[in-house]
DNA sequence: CCAAAAGTGTTGTGTGTACACCCATGT
DNA sequence: ACATGGGTGTACACACAACACTTTTGG
């Protein structure tokens, strides 16, 4: 570090958390917006997000932010896994002053409420299905492209896809995870095979099934293992989309 | 965001970028680190780095420490490529004041001058062996263990191992960079093969051919090509440490 | 002639894929 | 009965690890 820097000589940074939280819903990947009420960008959609305050982490004021500005439940908010993306530096991504923002991404289930409509900024909360995402605020858009590529990549060697279900799921939900991110099609034989041959992946729930479609057989239930990481890696098909 | 903020109302961070520059001598692997003249942890070894400017990017700022505190050449700090590690934010990093910190890694080739005896702070710039770091100032010591990590990983699945090499190189230096970076051993034969197998990863340089130990047969010269991703990946051995 | 390093060939074991088939449930 | 989704079995192809073997150089 060079000699003698005062941190006060220059025009102060300013750093911010910002989120891609994504969710499956009905077949399609949701990431999670707020409607921004202030300029700059006021009125339009942003990554969940804000200011580090002094005595904070990034991670920390990712949760803290997560939780203010979306209805999601205090308890998700604190057991969620995040993961640190990447860091925005480029000096004019915020056109008020010099932010450099932290991103992070995470993984949850599709929740009875979606966004439930809590207090203050909550109620600008939204799940947006990928495709239908358009304008963002700042370089947002630029953050959920890398996000997107990176859960995608993450799903291939790691036990995150059991974040988008709920406590206990089957494996037909668990496919269709890996199907709707990487939207492709997965050959059910092989998928449950190869989930079972991973120790620690999944682990049964003794005795439970529960109906999926209405229709068919009962499947049985599952839990998250205390695995965090594949060997081997589950590959997703070379140029197949669906 | 949250309303109303003032970029003047609290204490101002501070924004650095440090870096994590590896290279293979000898069959160990060694990283660059600087020796601090002033305090805090005035004369401890620490990462390159420095505070990023108004007007730059962490990635601009990079390059601009690492030319400046290490003797490298310019154009290889010009072409290098830089990986952004993680960004490291506890509050209480720096004993000075609220410092956030940008590392990126970096993989060079064995330079015939180690750091250059440059000018002004490049003096006090040293390769290290890995195993022979001891204590680092601030919390380098766990982003360096973070980027050890992460380059183990990433040459699995890209190309960048050709980085620890000259521009010229044999496949038993190559295959020396991987089983250095892995601490592990590797079959020759098996290895050229998946090298060889992956379009893109090297090319031949016609006729040219180089002895490496003094003895035995003159080795086949290779170039990077121009893939950056490896399929299939180049997995290490499961628990062999050499 | 021997040691050392590059390069080629071969073979068995295992893993992934594709697909046929059976099971249980609702309509 | 049949459609729908869960679950099992199997055969083929291919990839990889292990190791024997040839080639080319220096001492």
Redesign the interface.
């Known amino acids: ?5 005062d ?2 000589a ?7 958390a910002d989120l891609a939280v994504f969710t499956v819903r009905g077949g399609a990947l949701h990431v999670l917006l707020i409607r ?3 300029e700059p960008y006021a009125g339009a959609w942003a990554l969940p ?11 920390t004021a990712a949760r803290r932010e997560l939780a203010e500005e979306t209805g999601l439940p205090d308890r998700l908010v604190a057991e969620l896994h995040l993961e ?1 993306l ?2 925005y ?3 004019d991504r915020d056109p ?3 932010v ?1 923002s ?1 991103a992070f991404t995470a993984l949850v289930p599709d929740l009875p409420e979606p966004a439930a409509e809590g207090g203050g900024d909550a109620a600008h909360a939204r799940w947006t299905a990928l495709d239908e995402v358009s304008e963002l605020a700042f370089d947002h858009a630029v953050i959920l492209a890398d996000a997107h590529e990176r859960i995608g990549a993450k799903l291939e060697y790691t036990c995150l896809a059991t974040g988008f279900c709920p406590p206990e799921f089957t494996l037909g939900e668990l496919q269709s995870v890996y199907e709707t991110v990487w939207d492709t099609t997965l050959d059910r034989p092989n998928f449950r095979r190869k989930v079972l041959a991973t120790p620690g992946f999944v682990e049964a729930v003794p005795g439970a099934a529960r109906l999926t479609g209405g229709r068919g057989k009962p499947a049985a239930l599952y839990r998250p293992g205390p695995a965090t990481t594949l ?1 081997p890696p589950l590959l997703r098909p ?1 140029g197949s989309s669906r």
Chains 1, 2 share one sequence.
């Open positions: 570090m060079t000699a003698g820097y941190p006060y220059f025009e102060p940074f300013a750093v911010t921004r009420g202030q997000g804000g200011f580090v305050l002094p005595r904070e982490s990034a991670e640190q990447r860091t530096s480029e000096p008020r002053m010099r450099v932290v060997h070379e």
